[in-house]
């Protein structure tokens, strides 16, 4: 049946039919651009999870953002380090995997791990404001790679390379209503692919384990917590520094996955919509993924729309619209989300509430 007739009459229904003309369009260009929406997601997914881990323990974290950039940028320049020691590498067939990259991806998680530990220490054991702890991370972060980086790519190193996608059989591509679902999760390299497994697990770790459990404990109320046991400083360190395992990956995908350099704040908020996304999640991992999907679909759209824009009657008025407008389309998006969804969701009773253990008497 030829629906053409029916499409082009929905079209032309005044202002009615340019929210079909909207539609028909994002239905015809999300489908086909699916494994970059998921590559605008990861970042913004593993960014989420740290913030679920920290939060969720009572410690509020907006060091994602310098957590991710200092992450970024020792990935890179780890790599242009260690580059001239191993030559020219062969390449693994699975995810183009060499030594000098694995060495850079732990190196990004373990500069990560002890920013966190930094941020674990101002605000737990210091007990201060963990609004201003990450804020001042923030700063260095972006101060420090600035500068570094300018020092360093004056030489245009060269750096270890970056991670392969994995290319799935076309046979499950090409499935009826699926196949796009499976080459957005599949058609990726390998801190992508892993976000899947990440996601699910962190949900089933925090809320159906022991782990989880106590965690939540100590975030909701830490002092009855503590009196049955549960180490309330010593769960709260663990689960930011594990967070930072997190927004190291993060930081790690953007200069040695997502490219193969750094740029100065190469971020770009990101840290900042990661926490956006956890909040809209309801600090939870799978909402927090589903979030960072829809934040990462405004992403793609906004670049999508300056390439190449609709047709018809929608495509004229899109065209009078400064491109610059849909740049800033995910972070106008931030906004509304969060002026709609913050007064409706309620964080952990006790986050961002220093804690402080009784003396014994």
Same mark, same amino acid.
């Given at each position: 049946?030829?629906?053409?007739?029916?499409?082009?009459?929905?079209?032309?229904?005044?202002?009615?039919?340019?929210?079909?003309?909207?539609?028909?369009?994002?239905?015809?260009?999300?489908?086909? #651009?699916?494994? #970059?929406?998921?590559?605008?997601?990861?970042?913004?997914?593993?960014?989420?999870?740290?913030?679920?881990?920290?939060?969720?323990?009572?410690?509020? #974290?907006?060091?994602?953002?310098?957590?991710?950039?200092?992450?970024? *940028?020792?990935?890179?320049?780890?790599?242009? =380090?260690?580059?001239?020691?191993?030559?020219?590498?062969?390449?693994?067939?699975?995810?183009?995997?060499?030594?000098?990259?694995?060495? =850079?991806?732990?190196?990004?998680?373990?500069?990560?791990?002890?920013?966190?530990?930094?941020?674990?220490?101002?605000?737990?054991?210091?007990?201060?404001? @963990?609004?201003?702890?990450?804020?001042?991370? #923030?700063?260095?972060?972006?101060?420090?790679?600035?500068?570094?980086?300018?020092?360093?790519? @004056?030489?245009?190193?060269?750096?270890?390379?970056?991670?392969?996608?994995?290319?799935?059989? =076309?046979?499950?591509?090409?499935?009826?209503?699926?196949?796009?679902?499976?080459?957005?999760?599949?058609?990726?390299?390998?801190?992508?692919?892993?976000?899947?497994?990440?996601?699910?697990?962190?949900?089933?770790?925090? *809320?159906?384990?022991?782990?989880?459990?106590?965690?939540?404990?100590?975030?909701?109320?830490?002092?009855? +917590?503590?009196?049955?046991?549960?180490?309330?400083?010593?769960?709260?360190?663990?689960?930011?520094?594990?967070?930072?395992?997190?927004?190291?990956?993060?930081?790690?995908?953007?200069?040695?996955?997502?490219?193969?350099?750094? @740029?100065?704040?190469?971020?770009?908020?990101?840290?900042?919509?990661?926490? +956006?996304?956890?909040?809209?999640?309801?600090?939870?991992?799978?909402?927090?993924?589903?979030?960072?999907?829809? *934040?990462?679909? *405004?992403?793609?759209?906004?670049?999508?729309?300056?390439?190449?824009?609709?047709?018809?009657?929608?495509?004229?008025?899109?065209?009078?619209?400064?491109? @610059?407008?849909?740049?800033?389309?995910?972070?106008?998006?931030?906004?509304?989300?969060?002026?709609?969804?913050?007064?409706?969701?309620?964080?952990? +009773?006790?986050?961002?509430?220093?804690?402080?253990?009784?003396?014994?008497?």
């Amino acid at each position: 049946m030829d629906l053409t007739p029916i499409i082009n009459g929905l079209y032309g229904i005044p202002v009615v039919g340019l929210v079909f003309q909207l539609a028909g369009y994002l239905v015809s260009v999300i489908p086909q #651009n699916g494994p #970059n929406i998921m590559q605008q997601a990861t970042p913004l997914a593993l960014g989420a999870i740290c913030g679920v881990l920290c939060e969720r323990s009572g410690v509020v #974290n907006i060091a994602i953002e310098g957590t991710m950039l200092a992450a970024a *940028f020792t990935a890179w320049v780890v790599g242009v =380090a260690i580059q001239p020691m191993f030559g020219t590498p062969n390449p693994s067939d699975i995810f183009g995997i060499t030594l000098p990259l694995l060495i =850079a991806l732990a190196a990004a998680v373990l500069v990560a791990m002890a920013i966190s530990a930094l941020h674990a220490w101002l605000s737990i054991s210091l007990r201060a404001d @963990q609004i201003i702890s990450g804020t001042i991370i #923030n700063i260095a972060a972006a101060g420090l790679t600035g500068y570094l980086n300018q020092l360093i790519s @004056q030489n245009s190193p060269a750096g270890a390379g970056e991670f392969a996608r994995f290319v799935p059989p =076309a046979a499950l591509t090409n499935l009826p209503v699926i196949g796009w679902v499976l080459a957005l999760l599949l058609n990726q390299g390998p801190i992508s692919i892993s976000v899947i497994v990440l996601v699910v697990g962190t949900q089933v770790w925090l *809320f159906r384990s022991r782990w989880g459990l106590r965690t939540r404990a100590v975030g909701e109320h830490p002092r009855a +917590a503590e009196t049955v046991g549960i180490d309330v400083i010593r769960t709260r360190y663990r689960n930011v520094i594990l967070g930072g395992v997190f927004a190291g990956l993060a930081g790690a995908f953007l200069s040695i996955e997502a490219t193969n350099s750094f @740029q100065q704040n190469m971020t770009a908020g990101r840290g900042f919509i990661a926490l +956006a996304a956890m909040i809209m999640g309801r600090w939870t991992p799978i909402g927090s993924f589903g979030a960072a999907l829809l *934040f990462a679909t *405004f992403l793609q759209i906004g670049t999508l729309i300056n390439i190449a824009p609709p047709s018809g009657q929608l495509g004229s008025i899109m065209a009078g619209v400064p491109p @610059q407008l849909f740049d800033a389309l995910p972070y106008i998006l931030t906004i509304v989300i969060l002026a709609g969804v913050v007064g409706r969701s309620t964080p952990p +009773a006790a986050d961002g509430q220093p804690y402080e253990r009784e003396a014994a008497t």
